[in-house]
């Protein structure tokens, strides 16, 4: 598996970026997906997840600002973020999601999100 995320970058507080993630060596299309983001000296958080089937999660922190979404032609994961926060300053993740909800073992190198105030 593997999992090639970009669309990071600087950006000032209130703008936006759009995330991607290629994936490869999985069947997309049969996979729930997610965006995950680890700032420093923080663990890890869940972001947002969309399912196979279309269900979406967003947490409470991005909810309303953050959209995900796929194309399952392109085996590609995307993440729009609007109106950013310079608390969203992170190393962004994409990670297939096993049962219960789990992300794999297959981490990619991650895109850096920097948000100035």
Same mark, same amino acid.
């Given at each position: +598996?593997?999992?090639?995320? $970009?669309?990071? /970058?600087? +950006? #000032? ?6 995330? $991607? ?7 997309? *299309?049969? $996979?729930?997906? /997610?965006?995950? %983001? #680890? @700032? *420093?000296?923080?663990? %890890?958080?869940? +972001? @947002? ?14 909810? /309303?600002?953050?959209?995900? $979404?796929?194309?399952? @032609? ?5 993440? #729009?973020?609007?109106?950013?926060? *310079?608390?969203?300053?992170? +190393? ?7 049962? /219960?909800?789990? *992300? ?7 895109? #850096? ?5």
């Amino acid at each position: +598996v593997q999992l090639v995320e $970009s669309g990071g /970058g600087l +950006v #000032q507080a209130g703008g936006s970026l759009r995330l $991607s993630c290629a994936a490869s060596g999985l069947t997309f *299309p049969m $996979s729930d997906m /997610g965006w995950f %983001r #680890q @700032a *420093p000296g923080k663990e %890890r958080e869940l +972001v @947002a997840t969309l399912s196979r089937t279309g269900g979406i999660y967003y947490a409470d922190s991005v909810k /309303g600002r953050f959209t995900i $979404s796929r194309d399952n @032609a392109k085996n590609t994961l995307y993440l #729009q973020m609007n109106s950013l926060k *310079p608390e969203d300053m992170a +190393v962004y993740y994409c990670n297939a999601l096993l049962s /219960g909800g789990r *992300p794999s073992v297959y981490w990619g190198q991650g895109t #850096q999100v920097t948000v100035s105030s």
